[in-house]
Nanobody, 126 residues
Framework: QVQLVESGGGLVQAGGSSKLSCTLS????????MAWFRQAPGQEREFVAA????????DYAESVKGRFTISRDNAKNTMYLQMDRLKPEDTAVYYC???????????????????WGQGTQVIVSS
């Protein structure tokens, strides 16, 4: 059974940085395209970034492009999200997700992903 566990996050000042991790167990990590989503209170879950199995192809939401970097270490079964120049509007619960199909067929749709982590809170104070 595939499980995803996020770590990192917490309280950060605006302009600061934070790094999230997501570790996959119970499956072959390299078979999965991976993504980060986030959900703020009262809002729908929104796409943040995605990365293919090799790490060579990525996609970012416009709101985070140039500030966030998604990466993965297949040897460690772990994906990362480096978040720089954080803004108060980045405050949300961040979720990692895994897709075993063709990631680049609508990778921004939450419904595409078969597995989700429990989420980790990021709060950016102004």
């Amino acid at each position: 059974q595939v499980q995803l566990v996020e770590s990192g996050g917490g309280l950060v000042q605006a302009g600061g940085s934070s790094k999230l991790s997501c570790t996959l167990s119970g499956g072959t990590f390299m078979r999965y395209g991976m993504a980060w989503f986030r959900q703020a209170p009262g809002q729908e879950r929104e796409f943040v970034a995605a990365i293919g199995w090799s790490g060579s192809r990525t996609d970012y939401a416009e709101s985070v492009k140039g500030r966030f970097t998604i990466s993965r270490d297949n040897a460690k079964n772990t994906m990362y999200l480096q978040m720089d120049r954080l803004k108060p509007e980045d405050t949300a619960v961040y979720y990692c997700a895994a897709d075993i199909g063709n990631l680049w067929d609508n990778e921004r749709a939450p419904v595409k992903y078969e597995h989700w982590g429990q989420g980790t809170q990021v709060i950016v104070s102004s």
